[in-house]
């Protein structure tokens, strides 16, 4: 899995290679610009497009000045560059590079108060003011000429980070910063381009690679990691030959009431599908007809055989979805969580976890939580930025031996040491009802065949959008059924 690093292990990583590979501060600026160029080509193909690169007087600017160098040397003729003089010092590379644009004639305009900026008429604004230098939130000549940028609402393309974020750190509601349409980032994703506060500065970001050395960055002591797709190859086992139902485990899914047995069924669904040797519904009777109709793979358990005689031949147990708050469903859960084994609990479950905190304590080692942000501030309290939110993951995982696994579009899954792991996988097309209902039979499948709960996390959370995107491609939008029907063949994909 790929660390994610934070900007002073950023700036190590950047030495490091400069040492090491016996290369220049200013030849990994050149490779770093010349990555930018390479995307940006694939964004901004049309050659005669106009483009403002507007520069700070750190690394960044002199990115934006070795990028309108090479964007010029690779065809476009209408390249104007912005000189932002607001600080005294500028960096050696910058400093280099401005020589290099001087020498070829390059028409620059100087921009030494907020007021110096001329009525761009440019298309594009590529965006190299300021990059992960930033140590504060902006503020006087910078502060005026973002927003003055923001107003003009151009297409805006960051070099490396849209100038006033921060990489890393809460997220400020009243934060001001230079809104970008794409940020093409240099080697990893900053942190802070995970959490939902970061539309207020960008839509989307690539990231390319720049030379830096993969090694030093892999051995970074990092809580934060990318899950892709390789990771899982490898992880996530063929069936093997010989094998037989009993192989892959008895997965339990406790949920539904009369009017939300829709949730059970698409859990038990979704269970079956990934691969689970057996399913067990444990449904209100009522639902026994539509059980018996729907999924006839799947078999049923009595909401009175939740014990631990009846319940010990179960390889993982999930509750939660529709299964409803009131007294009867908080028995049952109570009951759950009497039985001692790690349990994954969803919807409901953690309402009523939300509702009486007590219960958290009873949790065995090893279990799964899985809320979205509304039902983890429940649990553990309001919060006011995505980042707090994550500390706070992380900390309560810790200290309850449990997965979190944190959704949004962007899931967090916690393991018990307080790592993150994050998926990128999933669309829009995926925001509709029952999904949640889905992962957790994906999760509850995959911990029934014997992968730990952090390992049966990030595959479902992996597979259930990869599978997502996978369908997005021919439809707009994907039901929770949709994307079961899917998800056997998506797996299909990540086994080697
Ligand atoms: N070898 C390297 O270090 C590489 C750096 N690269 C680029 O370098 C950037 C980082 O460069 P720098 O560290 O020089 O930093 P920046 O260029 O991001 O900004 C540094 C300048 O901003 C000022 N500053 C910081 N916070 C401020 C605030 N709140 N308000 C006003 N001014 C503020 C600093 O005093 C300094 O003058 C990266 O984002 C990336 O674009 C790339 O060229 C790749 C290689
Ligand atoms: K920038």
Known sequence: MKNLLNQKQMRSADAFTIKNKEILSVDLMESASRAFVKAFLQEVPEKATSIAILCGKGNNGGDGLAIARILKDSGYSGVSVYLVNFSAKETEEYTINLKRLEDLWFPLTAVNTAADLPDLKEKVIIDAILGSGLNAVLEGPYLQLVESVNALNRQVIAVDVPTGFPAEGPLKKEGVYLKADLVICFQRPKINFFFPESVQALKRFTVVPIGLDEEFIQNCDSPYRLIEGPDLTGLVK???????????????????????????????????????????????????????????????????????????????????????????????????????????????????????????????????????????????????????????????????????????????????????????????????????????????????????????????????????????????????????????????????
């Open 238 to 496: 063929p069936r093997a030959p010989f094998s037989h139902k009993g192989t892959y485990g008895h997965a339990l899914i406790v949920a539904g009431q009369q009017q939300t047995m829709g949730a059970a069924l698409l859990s038990a669904h979704a269970c079956l599908h990934a691969g689970a040797g057996l399913t067990t519904l444990s449904i209100p009777e009522s639902g026994l007809t539509a059980l018996n109709t729907r999924l006839p793979e799947v078999m049923y358990l009595d909401r009175a055989d939740l014990i631990p005689e009846k319940t010990n031949k179960f390889s993982a147990i999930a509750a939660g979805p529709g299964l409803g708050t009131a007294e009867g469903s908080i028995a049952i859960l109570q009951g759950l969580l009497k039985l001692k084994v790690p349990l994954i609990l969803d919807a409901d479950a953690l309402n009523m976890m939300g509702d009486k905190p007590e219960l958290l304590k009873q949790l065995s080692s090893g279990s799964v939580l899985t809320p979205h942000m509304k039902e983890f501030d429940h649990l553990f309290g309001d919060h006011d930025s995505w980042w707090e939110r994550l500390e706070t993951a992380r900390e309560k995982a810790l200290e309850l031996g449990c997965v979190i696994v944190l959704k949004n579009q962007y899931t967090f899954i916690i393991d018990l040491t307080g790592k993150v792991t994050v998926n990128t996988t999933g669309n829009a097309g995926m925001a509709q009802g029952g999904m949640g209902d889905v992962l957790t039979g994906l999760i509850a499948s995959f911990a029934a065949q014997g992968y730990t709960a952090n390992e049966a996390a990030c595959i479902a959370c992996y597979l259930h959008g990869k599978a997502g995107d996978e369908l997005a491609e021919t439809q707009v939008s994907i039901s929770a059924s949709d994307l079961t029907g899917r998800v056997s063949k998506t797996l299909k994909g990540l086994i080697k």
